[in-house]
């Protein structure tokens, strides 16, 4: 038996396809169900509530406002402390609902009732009286700090800092050429199809918490934190979860303000974010470098010193206080630049709050080095990638330390980028492109490289349970949501057990049932999650093969195992998988389970992508195709490994063209998808996806470097690179939007 | 007439089984589905009739059911994705399942069910075009599609 | 997103469903695919919702010689798949099956798209292209409306209270090449702008020409101006692209997240050209 390396199907693919998936508002629990009163204010100071006539709508059980909730909570959600060092953050913690609201849609009262529709229609009925306060919704109005978010706070700036290594000004002084370089992305939202949602019940000082999360570990300490409950009474579960790319391992102050509710009422009280709700609930990327390059002439790059600039919107969350430290980190790249100064401010403004979004700050540093590296091509009369190769680290540099500390563990960025050109078609491509220009068509050939930091220790749980009957079931710390990552710990475990992989089932996401866990997000899982089970299933061998030794009456060391059989070859006698797993269960020492909490640290994949797009004469673009070439270790299963990198470039097309959340004094613009643009199939580019024959292995057990995000770190700055090809223009931003690429073609 | 706040009766074969029930009349036919007859394979994804994922057939087509009421579908007849396949997997699900065509699966429902319909309309002769232009109603956030629309491939030319 | 409370009628007949409308606070209920999101979103609210789907009267297509009429109850999807229209009234059929999606053009009709005016919907610009009539009917009567006086706004219609839109006739134009052409930022969108175009050439002159757009005005905007451009004339690059800065100078577009205003000026010019130009 041999699992790892093949497009095994997806085990648990029966329940999406025959409708019995059961996502958090498909649960059959009786419940409450809960609405909010949101602030039409970007910043307004809360006056009076009035809910006398909520109250009187028909099934309204009770309307709560921040003055009912928030005594019960004795703290609320800041940074991830796991991964953020609080202590360079001024923030304020996150409160159930708002005396003050911060941005427009800023939860205010929680309206409690039978039914979805009733609660709809008390919102409109409960009477604020609000006393608005001037706002900063633009990040340069915000730092200007004429209007202060959070006035506590006495700025508006959460978080500063120069990253700053080797000597820049040298650098500066011998370079031949200086270049200016810009690089921002726009607001995004991650917008999973399935909107966020909690079901909260309380009873006899325990409290079980249904909810659409990547983390559910992590939300059980954080309630346990913010409302004083041991977390030996909190039960966290996560049903299945459609779709979150960073987006749901982020507290939202609606999930506060329902579970106070159902504390306070003694009842279970269900929320599910419609649309518009999902839509301000957590927005991400908007950043912008402004900067400049020092170069030789030879394209050798010296320096790189700018102004990174990230928006927070209202409030820290738990995951945007990552951006701004990781950003600068991951400028370098995988290019030997050793002399940088990046100092980085990150600002909050009267905007929804910023969360994570697949990737979470390599797409943008990506963007950032990417931007720089195809500018200063332009500027030399280079080929692209001539010049990534002139400065990229070389094998026998391996592992490389990065100016800012990191340490790249293994890869061969220059030969694989070699491989990378040939397979790609790199060159043929460009000269098609021009080709096909001279006879009139619009098309473009752009490339882009990346080298991203995943893995994301410290640590993740594995467990393995052999039953009597010999069947496996595999408990792990990661949080499968749509990767498919269950099947590829399942493959990795069958390899390792070399039993039949439909005897295995992988559960995950319930607290009670994983004694810990850290989460899926950040190309982790099969990593370290992986490694995890892969290093527990080892652990219940060994135990098998001591159940083994005691029936074959011989010595642990004596007992060699193979495909379901435990041989004693001395005295040529054998067991079997299943006799010793009932065995197991008939002694004095029952028990055939093993966990492992596995440490890891980060790794680092890379890559080549490629696109192709075609713009017309009003300016729109199409992404016509899209190629990626990649190093993520060992692959475990190519076809989940080349879906991930199909979902993230089309993701990568949504940045680079179409999602785009622009914000007003009234708000958010986009209240549905009719102001966002989440791309059709009709703009979905043909994909074509390769890993490369000769991986460089991570350090993790399962050699894997991870791929969930590969596309959507890249794909941007390929996309923008394609369009640059096609009109001869630059563009420093996404999304290019036609209007943009429209001005291009007639100037 | 149902006046503001009345329900009214309404009769609907849900895959093949009859159901009366009272509604009161703004309730949006999925809400039924899901809440009343607690058929949630039907999910409601975007509210306002773009993402498709609450795509049913009913009598005969495919529909938004985040975008009728529930008191539209009165004496009519409706397939879910529960009803599809007559309790053994239909082929566009093992095509689904086949092609790598799901990831989270939210959507999946919906893209099944317009799958469905776009087959029943255009039978096996289906071009590459004509599956983009009869599934551009439903959003999927996770594929990037070409996955789909190899399923569909496959399933166009398996005969049931 | 939960619509707010509001009653219900069916009515037996169109009578029926007038004198509701007359009497009550109630609007009527035809496909939906816009009314039910604008309830859902709580954009507007109404005492009652008149369902006309049962009103199958309403829901026909009828070749008349030199005229085609369709019922407003109609659904997109039954006149992409006339092909009675297909070949006498091309350019409507070119709008419907770019109408939203699969699922929406099930459901939505031609009477619903058409009263709920949008001035980014696609019929809008082919009636006012095709110089179409609605006709309406009311307890009062019936009165046959051209499409060019019929929409007054964004979403505002010179239907009275309690009057509905019964049918729309089309005009057969013999001889004319048509096109309608719609640039979206995604698929399924509303147009960012589209046009529609009925051109009958003789010997090389523009013997007549009509040109239409949703997406760029208050309104589904006839460009009168840029069609005397052209009349008479030779339909040659130089004249398009007069008809086209002509079109595009009298054009109001909104600036919203589908682009700016100048941007659907622009966009308006180079598919004006271009469309016109493929007729040549």
Not at chain 1, 305 to 328: H, K, S
Not at chain 1, 560 to 586: I, L, N, P, Q, T
Not at chain 1, 652 to 671: K, P, S, T
Not at chain 2, 99 to 124: D, H, R, V, W
Request: hydrophobic share 35%.
């Amino acid at each position: 038996m041999n699992y790892v390396g093949k497009p095994v199907k997806r085990l648990n693919d029966s329940k999406f396809i025959t409708g019995k998936s059961v996502y958090i508002d498909d649960l059959q629990i009786s419940s409450l169900n809960a609405a909010f009163v949101r602030s039409p204010y970007a910043h307004a100071r809360v006056k009076s509530v009035d809910a006398s006539d909520a109250l009187k709508t028909k099934g309204i059980v009770a309307v709560f406002t921040a003055k009912d909730l928030n005594p019960m909570t004795s703290d609320g959600p800041g940074p991830w402390v796991t991964y953020i060092n609080q202590a360079e953050w001024k923030f304020v913690p996150r409160k159930p609902l708002t005396e003050e609201a911060r941005y427009v849609g800023d939860p205010v009262a929680i309206v409690i009732g039978i039914d979805k529709y009733s609660v709809r229609d008390a919102v409109d009925k409960v009477n604020v009286d609000y006393e608005e306060l001037p706002s900063a919704i633009a990040l340069e109005d915000a730092l200007k700090g004429e209007a202060l978010v959070h006035k506590e706070l006495g700025t508006n700036v959460g978080y500063k800092k120069d990253f700053s290594a080797g000597n820049v000004e040298s650098a500066f002084k011998s370079a031949d050429k200086v270049i200016p370089v810009e690089a921002s992305n726009t607001r995004l939202i991650p917008s999973p199809m399935e909107p966020r949602g909690i079901v909260s019940r309380w009873e006899g000082g325990s409290l079980t918490v249904w909810y659409s999360t990547q983390i559910p570990h992590f939300a059980r300490e954080e309630f346990s934190k913010d409302f004083g409950i041991p977390s030996s009474r909190i039960r966290v579960i996560m049903p299945d979860v459609g779709g979150a790319f960073g987006s749901k391992a982020h507290f939202v102050a609606e999930d506060l303000a329902v579970v106070a509710s159902s504390i306070k009422l003694g009842r279970t009280v269900r929320w599910t974010a419609t649309r518009s709700e999902e839509l301000i609930s957590s927005n991400a990327r908007h950043n912008t470098f402004k900067g400049e390059v020092a170069v030789k002439r030879d394209g050798t790059i010296l320096g790189i010193r700018g102004d990174l600039t990230v928006d927070l919107g209202a409030y820290l969350t738990y995951t945007e206080g990552l951006q701004p430290a990781i950003i600068p980190l991951m400028i370098p790249g995988p290019y030997k630049i050793r002399d940088i100064l990046v100092r980085s401010t990150a600002v909050y403004t009267n905007t929804p709050p910023i969360t994570m979004y697949r990737g979470a700050s390599r797409p943008e540093a990506t963007f950032i080095i990417e931007r720089i590296m195809s500018t200063v091509a332009d500027e030399l009369h280079m080929d692209d990638l001539e010049l990534r190769e002139k400065n990229m680290v070389r094998a026998d540099e391996m592992p490389y330390k990065n100016p800012f500390g990191l340490v790249y563990d293994s890869g061969d960025y220059l030969s694989f980028l070699r491989e990378a050109k040939e397979k790609l078609k790199y060159h043929e491509t460009l000269t098609w492109a021009e080709a096909e220009r001279t006879k009139g068509k619009r098309i473009g050939v752009g490339t882009a490289f990346y080298l991203e930091i995943s893995g994301f220790g410290p640590w993740e749980y594995g467990e393995i349970r052999v039953d009597e009957r010999g069947d496996v079931t595999v408990v792990t710390g990661g949080t499968p949501h749509g990767q498919g990552t269950d099947t590829a710990i399942a493959q990795v475990v069958a390899d390792e057990l070399q039993i039949d992989i439909g005897r295995i089932n992988v559960v995950w996401g319930d607290t009670q049932v994983v004694a810990s866990g850290m989460g899926s997000y950040g190309s982790r899982t099969i990593s370290i999650a992986g490694s995890a089970a892969k290093s527990a299933s080892r652990q219940v061998l060994e135990k098998m093969k001591y159940v083994a030794a005691k029936m074959l009456n011989a010595d642990v060391e004596e007992v060699e195992y193979s495909s379901c059989e435990f041989k004693y070859k001395k005295e040529g006698k054998s067991v079997k998988w299943d006799e010793v797993a009932k065995a197991a269960y008939s002694g004095k020492d029952p028990g055939l389970y093993a966990s492992v909490t596995l440490e890891g640290d980060v790794t680092y994949p890379y890559g080549l992508h490629m696109a192709i797009v075609e713009i017309d004469d009003t300016g729109i673009v199409r992404v016509k195709e899209y190629r990626a070439y990649d190093d993520i270790g060992r692959v475990i299963n190519p076809a989940l490994a080349e879906a991930q990198i199909h979902g993230g470039a089309m993701q990568g097309v949504g940045q680079a063209l179409y999602e785009e959340a622009r914000i007003n004094d009234e708000g958010q613009l986009a209240v549905s998808y009719a102001e966002y643009f989440v791309p059709t199939i009709m703009e979905s580019p043909h994909y074509t996806s390769y890993f490369t024959d000769r991986p460089f292995p991570s350090n993790y057990a399962t050699g894997t470097k991870g791929v969930g995000e590969a596309a959507l770190i890249v794909g941007p700055a390929a996309i923008v690179r394609a369009i640059e090809n096609a009109t001869g223009k630059r563009f420093n931003k996404t999304p290019v939007t036609p209007e943009e690429v429209y001005k291009s073609l007639i100037k | 007439m149902v006046k503001p706040g009345e329900k009214v009766k309404i009769k609907v074969k849900v895959n093949g089984v009859q159901y009366e029930g009272e509604v009161p009349p703004r309730k949006l036919l999925v809400h039924f589905l899901r809440d009343d007859l607690g058929l949630t394979g039907t999910k409601v994804g975007c509210d306002t009739t773009t993402c498709g994922a609450c795509t049913v057939i009913l009598n005969g087509k495919s529909v938004k059911s985040c975008t009728l009421l529930a008191v539209q579908a009165d004496g009519g007849e409706i397939l879910t994705i529960e009803g599809l396949g007559n309790g053994k997997l239909h082929r566009i699900q093992e095509a689904f399942s086949n092609n790598f065509a799901l990831q989270c699966g939210f959507c999946t429902p919906g893209m099944i069910m317009q799958t469905y319909y776009l087959l029943k309309e255009k039978g096996s002769e289906i071009s590459e075009e004509e599956i983009r232009d009869g599934l551009h109603g439903n959003i999927c956030r996770c594929t990037g599609y070409q996955n789909i629309i190899k399923a569909v491939e496959e399933a166009s030319k398996v005969r049931s | 997103m939960y619509p707010p409370e509001f009653g219900y009628f069916k009515p037996q007949s169109l009578e029926e469903a007038l004198d509701f409308l007359e009497k009550e606070d109630a609007r009527p209920l035809a496909g939906g695919q816009s009314l039910i999101p604008m309830l859902k979103l709580r954009i507007i609210s109404t005492g009652y919702l008149v369902d006309l789907n049962p009103l199958s009267s309403l829901s026909f297509v009828k070749d008349e010689g030199s005229q085609v009429r369709v019922g407003a109850l109609t659904r997109h999807a039954e006149i992409t798949s006339n092909t009675m229209i297909k070949t006498e009234v091309p350019l409507l059929y070119e709008a419907s099956r770019q109408v939203g999606d699969v699922q929406v053009r099930n459901v939505g009709t031609i009477g619903g798209s058409v009263s709920n005016a949008d001035p980014a919907a696609d019929y809008p610009s082919v009636l006012t292209a095709l110089d179409a009539k609605i006709v309406t009917t009311s307890k009062g009567g019936s009165r046959e409306i051209n499409a060019l006086n019929f929409f007054k706004g964004p979403f505002t219609t010179s239907l009275n209270e309690g009057e509905l839109v019964k049918e729309i006739v089309f005009p057969k134009l013999n001889g004319y090449k048509t096109s309608y052409v719609k640039v979206v930022r995604r698929a399924g969108d509303y147009a960012m702008v589209s046009i529609a175009v009925a051109l009958r050439l003789k010997e090389g002159k523009v013997e007549d020409v009509r040109l239409s757009y949703s997406g760029v005005s208050d309104t589904p905007y006839r460009a009168k101006e840029a069609e005397k451009v052209l009349m008479e004339r030779e339909l040659n690059e130089e004249n398009i692209k007069k008809a086209a800065e002509v079109a595009a100078s009298g054009a109001n577009p909104p600036s919203d997240v589908r682009g700016s205003s100048w941007y659907r000026k622009e966009v308006m010019k180079v598919i004006t050209v271009k469309t016109l130009g493929d007729m040549k």
